[in-house]
């Protein structure tokens, strides 16, 4: 909220929490009463229409939304190179608040206004007057009234809500408290009103006004530049034109730049900020940033493509988890599917930076069940090999391979690439270290004897062979799994790998393939500890505890953290993705994939010092 707000600043919903849109119940059970009793042939399509258009304004802000995050992920044409916290995120989460709100006001208008009723698709002179009352009253009535907001007394209670974000993001144009968006939303609504009162109104003519002032308030906010200079050289005349560079000003230096669309009253009264024209041409000639590390990850679930930070910025800052609001989304579900499917290359989904190091983290435009099919393993390592390649051309020294990127049966964990490009410029990291020194690290201390249980891994193996070394007896239940890891233990230490199946060890290192019934084979108490990139089935209930996967707590210097990483807590990032960081932030000049795991302290000691930090710890 705003520093000390005012009266009205609260949402009357707001307490309704998910259940906010039954406020508009009563209009959706009168319009369904209307089209059961009259036909659809008597109804007022303008009043019936009002809801529809509604969720047509929520996608129109959630497709600016996605375009924005994806421009500034990449770091192309950006207004503002800063981060974006979680912080801002919550505060600008319900930003829907104003497309009730204008749900509202017009089903009212639609009631009760004189002339509102049973309007006409589309008149002319209408259209006109509208444009004309914009221009002029509109216009000038918001330039005084956003200066006026500025004054102090108005700004704490109300408007310094709206400018806590001074990295702007599409949405942030209608964060603001409800009584200054009511303001706003009934000084736009002017020359609606007027049109309905002269008998001029028509539905074409206000859902397209409506459309406006969303698509203007978007693209001023988006933080990324896409008005080209050349408009200006070509009809000087427009330079009074509205700019996303114009408005990121007005946030950044709070006294210029005060205009709604028309920078005209600026210019007029002497509030335009002399640096808007050379902002606007520095904005246009900035490229994709360079990069020094890329984490080359993919998509999971079907449900997981709206949980990335392109997708729902509500979601994507919380947790990972399938929710019944979005199985109800299946059929988008599907295309977006067949759509990434299609997808001949990687996307951009994420940009950090920490100290002077530059991050990125891409996505391989497949899912999880991809993975899993014989036919599509070539594909996918096209993909990751391109990948890898066009990270070597913008500077990488580092890509490190997240979830099933590194599969041993698709890559070797990498080798491949390295037996194909061996004098590859780009180090290679698949994380083994990093992840084995986690789990180990989140063994309770005293403990003398653990279960390994699950698939064998890379980073099992590399978990048991030091605990091994530790003089920790490591109990296997599988005997083909004990047969595959015994032959990768030094004959030294071989005698605390142990197979049997009557240990009451209350540690259970657990990967992939660990069902139900095995689980219940663990006494009560035990800690169970993933070792697996995936989090496993939480099958036991009675005082069993689950760690979660290999993961550490991000430093602080770490910038631009405003979503999680698959369902990894906020802060957190996996091992694997962690393990890559380090190893550029290191200098280290050797590769970890295929057979090569770095020494487990060493990388361990190196993530410490660096500012990252157990999860127990965050």
């Known amino acids: 909220m705003a520093t000390n707000p005012g009266i009205l600043s609260e949402w009357p919903w707001k307490?309704?929490?998910?259940?906010?849109?039954?406020?508009?119940?009563?209009?959706?059970?009168?319009?369904?009463?209307?089209?059961?009793?009259?036909?659809?042939?008597?109804?007022?399509?303008?009043?019936?229409?009002?809801l529809p258009s509604m969720l047509l304004r929520a996608l129109h802000d959630q497709?600016?939304?996605?375009?924005?995050?994806?421009?500034?992920?990449?770091?192309?044409?950006?207004?503002?190179?800063?981060?974006?916290?979680?912080?801002?995120?919550?505060?600008?989460?319900?930003?829907?608040?104003?497309?009730?709100?204008?749900?509202?006001?017009?089903?009212?208008?639609?009631?009760?206004?004189?002339?509102?009723?049973?309007?006409?698709?589309?008149?002319?002179?209408?259209?006109?007057?509208?444009?004309?009352?914009?221009?002029?009253?509109?216009?000038?009535?918001?330039?005084w009234f956003h200066r006026a907001l500025h004054h102090h007394f108005l700004y704490?209670?109300?408007?310094?809500?709206?400018?806590?974000?001074?990295?702007?993001?599409?949405?942030?144009?209608?964060?603001?408290?409800?009584?200054?968006l009511l303001a706003y939303q009934l000084l736009f609504s002017v020359p609606m009103i007027t049109c309905a009162l002269t008998g001029t109104a028509s539905i074409l003519t206000f859902e397209?006004?409506?459309?406006?002032?969303?698509?203007?308030?978007?693209?001023?906010?988006?933080?990324?530049?896409?008005?080209?200079?050349?408009?200006?050289?070509?009809?000087?005349?427009?330079?009074?034109?509205?700019?996303?560079?114009?408005?990121?000003?007005?946030?950044?230096?709070?006294?210029?730049?005060?205009?709604?669309?028309?920078?005209?009253?600026?210019?007029?009264y002497n509030t335009m900020d002399k640096s808007t024209d050379k902002l606007h041409e520095k904005s246009l000639e900035s490229k994709e940033k360079e990069v020094d590390v890329v984490h080359l990850t993919h998509l999971t679930s079907l449900q997981s493509i709206y949980h990335i930070r392109t997708g729902f910025a509500q979601y994507a800052s919380k947790p990972y988890t399938s929710m019944w609001q979005l199985r109800i989304m299946w059929p988008v579900s599907w295309l977006s599917m067949v759509l990434t499917w299609a997808y001949g290359s990687w996307f951009t989904v994420e940009r950090n930076s920490m100290k002077k190091l530059r991050m990125q983290s891409w996505a391989i435009p497949r899912y999880s069940f991809h993975y899993g099919l014989k036919k599509e393993k070539e594909a996918i390592?096209?993909?990751?090999?391109?990948?890898?390649?066009?990270?070597?051309?913008?500077?990488?020294?580092?890509?490190?391979?997240?979830?099933?990127?590194?599969?041993?049966?698709?890559?070797?964990?990498?080798?491949?690439?390295?037996?194909k490009y061996p004098k590859m410029g780009v180090r290679l990291v698949d994380g083994t270290s990093l992840a084995a020194a986690v789990v180990i690290h989140a063994i309770p201390r005293g403990t003398n004897q653990v279960i390994l249980a699950g698939r064998i891994s890379k980073v099992a193996r590399s978990v048991a062979a030091a605990l091994c070394k530790k003089n920790v007896k490591v109990i296997m239940t599988n005997k083909q799994?004990?047969?595959l890891l015994k032959p990768c233990i030094p004959e030294n230490e071989a005698d605390n790998l142990v197979l049997s199946t009557t240990s009451t060890a209350e540690v259970w290192l657990i990967g992939e393939g660990l069902d139900a019934p095995e689980q219940s084979?663990?006494?009560?108490?035990?800690?169970?500890?993933?070792?697996?990139?995936?989090?496993?089935?939480?099958?036991?209930?009675?005082?069993?505890?689950?760690?979660?996967?290999?993961?550490?707590?991000?430093?602080e210097s770490m910038q631009n953290v405003h979503s999680c990483e698959n369902w990894l807590p906020r802060k957190?990032?996996?091992?694997?993705?962690?393990?890559?960081?380090?190893?550029?932030?290191?200098?280290?000049?050797?590769?970890?994939?295929?057979?090569?795991?770095?020494?487990?302290?060493?990388?361990?000691?190196?993530?410490i010092m660096h500012g990252f930090r157990p999860v127990a710890q965050v």
């Open 15 to 50: 307490r309704l929490g998910s259940f906010k849109y039954l406020v508009l119940a009563p209009w959706v059970v009168h319009g369904c009463h209307l089209a059961a009793t009259k036909g659809w042939r008597e109804l007022d399509l303008g009043y019936v229409a009002i």
């Open 63 to 143: 497709v600016w939304i996605t375009v924005s995050r994806l421009y500034n992920a990449r770091g192309k044409r950006q207004i503002v190179d800063r981060g974006i916290e979680f912080d801002q995120v919550d505060r600008e989460r319900n930003w829907d608040d104003q497309i009730i709100l204008s749900a509202i006001l017009l089903l009212l208008g639609a009631v009760y206004l004189p002339g509102g009723q049973n309007l006409p698709w589309w008149r002319t002179d209408g259209a006109v007057l509208l444009v004309l009352l914009h221009a002029g009253p509109v216009e000038f009535l918001y330039y």
């Open 156 to 180: 704490t209670r109300y408007h310094s809500h709206h400018h806590a974000s001074i990295v702007t993001e599409p949405i942030t144009s209608v964060i603001h408290p409800f009584a200054e």
């Open 208 to 268: 397209m006004y409506v459309i406006y002032i969303d698509f203007m308030n978007n693209m001023g906010h988006c933080n990324f530049e896409l008005v080209p200079n050349r408009l200006f050289k070509w009809i000087p005349p427009l330079k009074y034109l509205y700019t996303p560079s114009f408005h990121s000003l007005h946030h950044t230096q709070f006294r210029t730049n005060y205009s709604l669309f028309m920078p005209f009253y600026d210019y007029l």
């Open 381 to 419: 390592n096209d993909l990751i090999e391109k990948a890898i390649s066009e990270a070597g051309k913008k500077g990488a020294k580092v890509v490190s391979l997240g979830l099933l990127n590194q599969a041993h049966g698709l890559n070797a964990s990498g080798e491949l690439y390295l037996q």
């Open 481 to 483: 799994e004990y047969h």
């Open 521 to 555: 084979r663990a006494p009560q108490g035990t800690k169970f500890i993933p070792y697996s990139q995936f989090p496993p089935k939480m099958a036991r209930k009675d005082c069993c505890t689950y760690a979660m996967t290999p993961a550490m707590g991000v430093p």
């Open 572 to 607: 957190v990032m996996s091992a694997w993705r962690v393990a890559g960081i380090v190893h550029a932030l290191e200098g280290w000049s050797e590769d970890e994939c295929g057979d090569t795991v770095l020494g487990l302290e060493k990388v361990w000691s190196a993530a």
